[in-house]
């Protein structure tokens, strides 16, 4: 019978983590707006109408928004 081995975490300071969460989110900002540029291509390929490009594009700053307040007090 074979043995799954635990592997043991060492506890990881804070502020590293802190660290790690700050770039995620970054990342996660980052992402937001590639969204957005995204968007703008398609509605300017009339893939999408104006009104659901306007829904679309408010949830995006939304969420950017959000990111950054929660990015912010991180720090």
Do not use: C, R
């Not at 790690?20 to 540029?37: D, G, K, P, Q, V």
């Not at 968007?39 to 594009?57: A, D, P």
């Amino acid at each position: 019978m074979e043995f799954l081995s635990l592997q043991v975490f060492k506890k990881v300071p804070v502020k590293s983590t802190n660290k790690h969460f700050a770039t995620y989110l970054e990342h996660s900002l980052s992402s937001a707006f590639e969204w957005e540029t995204q968007l703008n291509v398609t509605f300017n390929q009339e893939y999408l109408s104006e009104e659901k490009f306007n829904k679309l594009e408010d949830k995006i700053k939304q969420i950017q928004k959000m990111i950054s307040s929660f990015k912010s007090g991180l720090k």
